[in-house]
């Protein structure tokens, strides 16, 4: 069964500084992965996903995220934290098939100060 | 592309009331999912559809929920006799084609509370 953690339900950092969320995955196949963010009373945006082409992710609003069969990783990263970073990140995973639903992770609050 | 929208946004019934959710998808996609997302978690599944037809449902679908989608465009979720557990958000999300790398984009959710 596939499953997704992600280390850290609440991250602090300050404006400017390096932002990095981990996600590790479990998956007997491989997997599809992605990232999402929610924003307070809104639904979730994707981020980046991951499919099986370049390991190295870039997505929207600078992040990034690396993904890494030996470590099953994905983490996401981004150089310069924003204040309109705030919000709630989700990884997802799902498998290489058609129609899979998407499983999540418990999610990552980001808080950012000035 | 109007995006994914969910009808009502917020919906407080008492115990043992019925309930009903309506979603539009993205107009040319052809999957719709249905999630629920309780405080502190993240989205959970609940069932799929393809077209019209209701492909898989999880576990955690109880006999007192159903779903349908005719037509193949919008979708409802009814939920009968609610229970105070049944207090959540329920999100919608619909995507088009692919073989599971296909992004699946989300509605803004219908927040139930159940007194």
């Known amino acids: 069964a596939q499953s997704v953690t992600q280390l850290g339900s609440h991250v602090s950092v300050s404006e400017g500084a390096l932002v990095l969320l981990r996600c590790n995955y479990s998956s007997s196949v491989p997997p599809y992965l992605f990232w999402y963010v929610q924003y307070p009373n809104q639904g979730l945006q994707l981020l980046l996903k991951?499919?099986?082409?370049?390991?190295l992710v870039k997505g929207i609003n600078g992040f990034e995220a690396e993904f890494k069969k030996s470590e099953t990783s994905f983490h996401l990263t981004k150089p310069s934290a924003h204040m309109s970073d705030a919000a709630e990140y989700f990884c997802?995973?799902?498998?290489?098939?058609?129609?899979?639903?998407?499983?999540f992770g418990k999610g990552t609050t980001l808080s950012v100060s000035s | 592309d109007t995006g994914v929208s969910q009808d009502p946004r917020h919906k407080i019934t008492k115990r043992g009331q019925n309930v009903t959710f309506r979603c539009d998808p993205i107009?040319?996609?052809?999957?719709l999912y249905w999630y629920r997302q309780t405080l502190g978690q993240g989205p959970e599944f609940l069932t799929y559809?393809?077209?019209?037809?209701?492909?898989?449902k999880s576990r955690l679908l109880s006999d007192r929920f159903s779903a349908e989608r005719p037509k193949g465009s919008f979708s409802t979720l009814e939920i009968q006799r609610t229970e105070q557990g049944d207090s959540a958000m329920y999100l919608c999300?619909?995507?088009?084609?692919?073989?599971?790398?296909?992004?699946?984009?989300f509605g803004p959710g219908t927040r139930l509370l159940v007194l």
């Open positions: 991951y499919t099986s082409a370049a390991t």
């Open positions: 999300a619909s995507s088009l084609g692919g073989q599971g790398r296909e992004t699946q984009y």
């Open positions: 107009s040319e996609h052809n999957r």
């Open positions: 559809f393809q077209n019209e037809a209701q492909l898989e």
């Open positions: 997802a995973v799902t498998l290489n098939q058609a129609g899979t639903a998407l499983i």
